[in-house]
DNA sequence: TCTTCTATCAGTAGTATTTTCATTTGACCT
DNA sequence: AGGTCAAATGAAAATACTACTGATAGAAGA
């Protein structure tokens, strides 16, 4: 899951990202707005944090900005304004929550997490595909009952592909999904290769009735026989 | 889409000639003047990329004679001089566009795209032809909103019949545009036959109201009925 | 520290693309 | 019509890409 914090003050990004990473969010951000829009328009985030008071313009432009795009996206507020009236107005445009500053880093992530759940998962925190089930909260995963041990990129995968399944995946998407934006203008893609052959051994050696395809010269595809 | 790269640092080259290949552009290089007139009066370019600070004079002279040609061309300036002055009069004596080392490659691939979109396609990336629908900068090709899958030959191929669309193309300047100076002084077209033969093939499977005729002698000319 | 996880390397198999070959078809000219 | 060369064809061979694998070294975590 890749969050994207657009926040100024240095101290609060490192706590915040600390906090995140250690719920295994895969966490990029954004100083000002100009770099967020940027960030915002060239990939994809599973929940945007918004600091709308930040040098450089009104998070609430930004929030009207998404509003336009065709592909809604999920935006939590934060922000030391806690006047009522921004809060209705930053919900208004598009929000999905607001929090006050100061606030706990759990309510945070318990945020953070809630509105993902509702936005991708349709409410539900565990996956079950055939005899697979996927605990997103706890990041497990259990085959026929009996529990699967998968490494953090090898979960990160398997549930993007169980979040996209039967779809046509290609690896550019996938490595900024799972890898961020450290990838950026690399086409040497083997470090896919070695994470999608051990989660191919594992699905397999557990006797998961799902298939990692690949679709040659264009990506992979998750089947579900 | 067929490139000079006027430029005589080796290392400069490999990582130019590298970032555009992948954008699957025809490099050829010339490491001097000398070298780099020889090509332009012998040779048909789409964008000349011009290193400005050579050995064996400025490029400035060069893009002046450039600009006695009948035929204008593309021009982009790379150079470390980041002078106002010669950023003007760069542009003064007809160069398209001026970038200052150091640069990204990725922006370098943008500004030749958007010249040679600029210069030969009046600034549209997609060229429509009857029914058949070309995108310059993705390669693909829609033959009635239905996706043709060419490789990489046929499209070249295709591409350069539908810019001179109605025009007579000999072999050698298709040979040249497409295959590149490995082909100088052969007279065997097999080559061609082969990429001829299925590009029809391919176009008339999908319904495409292009023809590629035969001029016995002469080349070809892609009639749009 | 020791263990586990992740990225990279070198080699290989699998697949697609491009060129070559041998042969046939068709156009042009006298 | 018949000779000659250009062009087209199907198939095979050569080349270039793409994906996969096992091993390993470096990084991260306990």
Not at 125 to 130: F, S
Not at 137 to 160: A, C, G, M, W
């Amino acid at each position: 899951m890749k969050i994207l914090l657009i926040e100024d003050e240095a101290e609060m990004r490192k706590v915040i990202i600390e906090s995140l990473e250690k719920e295994r969010f895969l966490v990029e951000t954004a100083h000002d707005f100009h770099a967020a829009w940027d960030k915002i328009s060239t990939y994809d985030y599973d929940c945007i944090l918004l600091d709308i008071m930040l040098p450089g313009g009104s998070g609430l432009s930004l929030l009207d900005e998404l509003k336009k795009m065709k592909k809604q996206k999920s935006v939590i507020i934060i922000s030391a304004k806690n006047s009522v009236d921004d809060k209705v107005k930053g919900l208004n445009l598009g929000a999905d929550d607001y929090l006050a500053k100061p606030f706990h880093l759990a309510e945070l992530t318990a945020r953070v997490k809630s509105v993902i759940r509702r936005r991708t998962l349709e409410g539900h925190a565990v996956i079950e595909l055939k005899n697979v089930s996927i605990d997103m909260d706890n990041h497990t995963v259990h085959v026929q009952n009996q529990p699967l041990t998968l490494n953090r990129k090898e979960f990160d995968i398997l549930s993007y592909f169980v979040s996209n399944k039967n779809r046509l995946i290609n690896k550019t998407a996938l490595a900024e999904h799972i890898w961020g934006d450290h990838t950026d203008q690399s086409d040497d893609f083997e470090f896919i290769y070695s994470q999608i052959k051990n989660l191919r051994k594992k699905l397999k050696d557990s006797g998961a009735d799902l298939e990692i395809q690949a679709v040659y010269g264009l990506g992979y595809k998750l089947v579900t026989d």
